[in-house]
């Protein structure tokens, strides 16, 4: 029966739902307000055992229906299993079932239903089960059709839309942004409108079919909103030397690849009138520009008013605003509600949970290295999957939206929840005050970013260090760093976080890969060094990288590091020299070889898998920069062991510099107190 048009006629949503075939308990636990707050408490709204719901269902109730069918009868293909179980299986089915309210976003909180329902929500629920019956089928999503329907102030699902650009879908994205930058975020922090990047794209309304490409001045502050995407290749439209007067002319939307308009969409809709692309905003065929706005992109994204991620696009002909999932809603019903302090009667569509599977693979943004930082450093984002739009915002006040009766995975969002360490930077500086962070803090910090960051992939290899330039910009920049610490950011590194940022590897993982077409479990072969980082850098290789420095591990006190001129007289990246003293082991070159070989006494990652040492080059260096010392759990005394020293593999050019070659451990295991020698102590420059 059409319930929509029986709720323009008089009557309580009970009557309504009885003379629409609800039976009496369905229609009691929706169609009144008693029901909905018994739903909010525990044990939660007693409804019917497996025998009434199948009487119930015969009798045409459809909620009764998608009960016994989701539900009890989903147990039919068990096992009968013992006669004690089957007893117990039956003695369960005599019992009544309890429905009792979830919620996916433990932040929302009812408005008149249950006052203090907050987090503690979702503990008592897995607390209160008890022995109470569960079904098969899960949970039953309470979704409503439109924001005008006063059930929407109540149930915060929606249901799927075939575009993210819906009405009810761009609605609740910018109610999202507005509750963020109005204060309406515990902890979110919004100081007015950032000054605006160099160029940005005005598109405004008023502009209809066309967009500009506008100049701005040190004075301009306004809001605008960054886009962050997979080129995928060569883009049809760039801004270049001969085309840039054109594009301040303004040129028609429709020219852009199709993610670029999607953006632009998106943004209008947003009442936002500004809009910053990397293909448009740099002048792509200048160096000069290209290495000015490069310096700049960590402030670009963080002051952006939101950034928009398209996270599924390959391509920036791709595009991002159509959902890629079955919206069509199965074993659903339609059933009036009544809600306290309303006058009107809503309805909401309850349907069972579809859990649609999901791909282990990431998302191809995810796996893109410039879309780190971009993710990193924006305040706010709106990630466009394959399946929901997510919201996200530094303190974790997020939701997603166009989900329906899907279920929602906790997934990450655009990098991994170990380098979150980022987003509580302003809450560190409220908590403890300015140059609050210190060396270690710094150090853990950019090691779990460096793990992230390097098992992306880059169109361009040598765009390594600079894909990380922008968040060492934003931190030099920032009120962040100790006053106490050594401030110099170069190659990829801190000089205040040495000797822990020479102690890297290759980490044994393949480059990120969004389907399985693409990655392999297959590592592939590490067979160059770059120039454009010294040999004691990271960012000298192509490859997943990881810092072998634990906290339990004490930088050895005998190193000290000072930067000294390139040993060339040039100013290229990998000229940089570092002069170190520290303790160095001379090994012999069958010495080395019998060290890789064995396993034991010594472990040895290199760095490449071709022989980078010379031919000519009778033996290598064995630079030891820390120590592994800690108590013996195993003793009663806790008596403090050396378990090992670790540092990198070097050698000698005929110019009396060092280069690496890879990375070191040497087991000891003995008392800390008893003298351990190793090698020399000696200076050396390491390039």
Same mark, same amino acid.
Request: proline residues 6%; charged residues 25%; contains cysteine.
């Given at each position: 029966?059409?319930?929509?048009?029986?709720?323009?006629?008089?009557?309580?949503?009970?009557?309504?739902?009885?003379?629409?075939?609800?039976?009496?308990?369905?229609?009691?636990?929706?169609?009144?307000?008693?029901?909905?707050?018994?739903?909010?408490?525990?044990?939660?709204?007693?409804?019917?055992?497996?025998?009434?719901?199948?009487?119930?269902?015969?009798?045409?109730?459809?909620?009764?229906?998608?009960?016994?069918?989701?539900?009890?009868?989903?147990?039919?293909?068990?096992?009968?299993?013992?006669?004690?179980?089957?007893?117990?299986?039956?003695?369960?089915?005599?019992?009544?079932?309890?429905?009792?309210?979830?919620?996916?976003?433990?932040?929302?909180?009812?408005?008149?239903?249950?006052?203090?329902?907050?987090?503690?929500?979702?503990?008592?629920?897995?607390?209160?089960?008890?022995?109470?019956?569960?079904?098969?089928?899960?949970?039953?999503?309470?979704?409503?059709?439109?924001?005008?329907?006063?059930?929407?102030?109540?149930?915060?699902?929606?249901?799927?839309?075939?575009?993210?650009?819906?009405?009810?879908?761009?609605? *609740?994205?910018?109610?999202?942004?507005?509750?963020?930058?109005?204060?309406?975020?515990?902890?979110?922090?919004?100081?007015?409108?950032?000054?605006?990047?160099?160029?940005?794209?005005?598109?405004?309304? /008023?502009?209809?079919?066309?967009?500009?490409?506008?100049?701005?001045?040190?004075?301009?502050?306004?809001?605008?909103?960054?886009?962050?995407?997979?080129?995928?290749?060569?883009?049809?439209?760039?801004?270049?030397?001969?085309?840039?007067?054109?594009?301040?002319?303004?040129?028609?939307?429709?020219?852009?690849?199709?993610?670029?308009?999607?953006?632009?969409?998106?943004?209008?809709?947003?009442?936002?009138?500004?809009?910053?692309?990397?293909?448009?905003?740099?002048?792509?065929?200048?160096?000069?520009?290209?290495?000015?706005?490069?310096?700049?992109?960590?402030?670009?994204?963080?002051?952006?008013?939101?950034?928009?991620?398209?996270?599924?696009?390959?391509?920036?002909?791709?595009?991002?605003?159509?959902?890629?999932?079955?919206?069509?809603?199965?074993?659903?019903?339609?059933?009036?509600?009544?809600?306290?302090?309303?006058?009107?009667?809503?309805?909401?569509?309850?349907?069972?949970?579809?859990?649609?599977?999901?791909?282990?693979?990431?998302?191809?943004?995810?796996?893109?290295?410039?879309?780190?930082?971009?993710?990193?450093?924006?305040?706010?984002?709106?990630?466009?999957?394959?399946?929901?739009?997510?919201?996200?915002?530094?303190?974790?006040?997020?939701?997603?939206?166009?989900?329906?009766?899907?279920?929602?995975?906790?997934?990450?969002?655009?990098?991994?929840?170990?380098?979150?360490?980022?987003?509580?930077?302003?809450?560190?500086?409220?908590?403890?005050?300015?140059?609050?962070?210190?060396?270690?803090?710094?150090?853990?910090?950019?090691?779990?970013?460096?793990?992230?960051?390097?098992?992306?992939?880059?169109?361009?290899?040598?765009?390594?260090?600079?894909?990380?330039?922008?968040?060492?910009?934003?931190?030099?920049?920032?009120?962040?760093?100790?006053?106490?610490?050594?401030?110099?950011?170069?190659?990829?590194?801190?000089?205040?976080?040495?000797?822990?940022?020479?102690?890297?590897?290759?980490?044994?993982?393949?480059?990120?890969?969004?389907?399985?077409?693409?990655?392999?479990?297959?590592?592939?072969?590490?067979?160059?060094?770059?120039?454009?980082?010294?040999?004691?850098?990271?960012?000298?290789?192509?490859?997943?990288?990881?810092?072998?420095?634990?906290? /339990? *591990?004490?930088?050895?006190?005998?190193?000290?590091?000072?930067?000294?001129?390139?040993?060339?007289?040039?100013?290229?990246?990998?000229?940089?020299?570092?002069?170190?003293?520290?303790?160095?082991?001379?090994? /012999?070159?069958?010495?080395?070889?019998?060290?890789?070989?064995?396993?034991?006494?010594?472990?040895? /990652?290199?760095?490449?898998?071709?022989?980078?040492?010379?031919?000519?080059?009778?033996?290598?260096?064995?630079?030891?920069?820390?120590?592994?010392?800690?108590?013996?759990?195993?003793?009663?005394?806790?008596?403090?062991?050396?378990?090992?020293?670790?540092?990198?593999?070097?050698?000698?050019?005929?110019?009396?510099?060092?280069?690496?070659?890879?990375?070191?451990?040497?087991?000891?295991?003995?008392?800390?107190?008893?003298?351990?020698?190793?090698?020399?102590?000696?200076?050396?420059?390491?390039?």
């Amino acid at each position: 029966m059409d319930v929509l048009r029986q709720i323009l006629k008089p009557g309580s949503a009970r009557s309504i739902a009885n003379r629409g075939g609800y039976c009496n308990a369905c229609a009691k636990m929706l169609s009144t307000s008693e029901g909905i707050r018994t739903m909010c408490t525990l044990p939660g709204y007693r409804h019917l055992n497996k025998e009434e719901c199948r009487k119930s269902a015969e009798r045409g109730c459809t909620l009764c229906d998608i009960i016994l069918r989701q539900g009890w009868e989903a147990r039919r293909g068990q096992p009968a299993g013992s006669p004690q179980v089957v007893q117990a299986r039956r003695a369960k089915e005599a019992q009544p079932l309890y429905f009792i309210a979830r919620r996916f976003n433990s932040r929302w909180k009812p408005p008149s239903f249950v006052p203090d329902l907050e987090e503690a929500w979702d503990g008592k629920l897995s607390q209160g089960y008890g022995d109470m019956e569960c079904l098969d089928g899960g949970v039953i999503s309470c979704l409503y059709f439109t924001v005008e329907d006063p059930a929407s102030t109540y149930f915060p699902a929606r249901t799927i839309c075939d575009n993210f650009l819906h009405d009810q879908v761009m609605e *609740e994205a910018a109610k999202f942004i507005s509750d963020c930058i109005g204060g309406r975020h515990e902890n979110c922090v919004y100081l007015g409108k950032p000054r605006l990047p160099t160029r940005v794209l005005d598109i405004d309304p /008023s502009l209809g079919p066309m967009l500009r490409l506008q100049p701005t001045t040190s004075d301009s502050r306004e809001n605008y909103v960054a886009l962050s995407y997979s080129w995928g290749g060569p883009q049809p439209l760039t801004t270049i030397q001969a085309n840039i007067s054109k594009l301040m002319a303004g040129i028609d939307i429709s020219a852009l690849p199709q993610t670029l308009q999607d953006a632009v969409h998106v943004t209008r809709r947003l009442g936002v009138r500004y809009l910053w692309i990397d293909a448009l905003c740099i002048i792509q065929d200048s160096e000069q520009d290209k290495l000015a706005e490069i310096g700049r992109m960590g402030a670009i994204y963080r002051n952006a008013t939101v950034t928009l991620a398209a996270s599924y696009s390959r391509t920036a002909s791709d595009g991002f605003l159509k959902a890629c999932t079955d919206h069509k809603l199965s074993s659903s019903c339609i059933i009036p509600v009544s809600l306290p302090g309303s006058p009107r009667l809503g309805e909401v569509t309850l349907a069972v949970e579809k859990d649609e599977w999901r791909s282990i693979f990431p998302e191809p943004l995810r796996t893109r290295g410039w879309a780190f930082q971009e993710a990193i450093l924006s305040q706010r984002l709106l990630i466009f999957s394959k399946y929901d739009l997510r919201c996200h915002c530094r303190f974790e006040h997020g939701r997603s939206l166009n989900l329906g009766n899907l279920a929602q995975y906790n997934e990450p969002t655009l990098y991994n929840l170990g380098t979150r360490h980022f987003e509580r930077l302003d809450s560190n500086l409220k908590m403890y005050g300015d140059n609050w962070m210190q060396p270690w803090f710094l150090s853990d910090m950019w090691e779990a970013m460096l793990r992230d960051f390097t098992l992306r992939a880059l169109t361009v290899p040598d765009d390594r260090p600079h894909a990380m330039q922008g968040i060492a910009n934003e931190l030099l920049q920032s009120r962040h760093l100790s006053n106490n610490m050594d401030k110099t950011y170069v190659a990829g590194t801190w000089m205040a976080c040495l000797p822990d940022h020479l102690l890297w590897c290759r980490f044994p993982h393949p480059v990120l890969s969004p389907d399985e077409f693409g990655s392999s479990t297959r590592l592939p072969p590490n067979l160059t060094r770059s120039n454009r980082a010294p040999t004691w850098s990271w960012c000298s290789l192509d490859c997943p990288i990881w810092l072998k420095l634990f906290r /339990s *591990e004490q930088p050895y006190e005998g190193f000290l590091v000072i930067k000294t001129p390139s040993p060339t007289g040039g100013n290229e990246p990998s000229a940089l020299a570092l002069e170190i003293e520290c303790h160095m082991l001379c090994r /012999s070159r069958d010495e080395f070889t019998s060290d890789r070989s064995e396993a034991k006494r010594v472990r040895i /990652s290199m760095d490449l898998d071709v022989e980078e040492l010379p031919p000519n080059v009778a033996c290598v260096y064995y630079m030891m920069l820390a120590q592994n010392v800690k108590s013996d759990q195993s003793r009663v005394d806790s008596l403090k062991f050396l378990f090992y020293v670790s540092g990198i593999v070097t050698y000698e050019t005929p110019e009396g510099y060092f280069r690496r070659l890879g990375h070191f451990k040497w087991n000891v295991s003995k008392p800390a107190s008893e003298e351990f020698a190793f090698g020399q102590k000696r200076s050396a420059k390491l390039v």
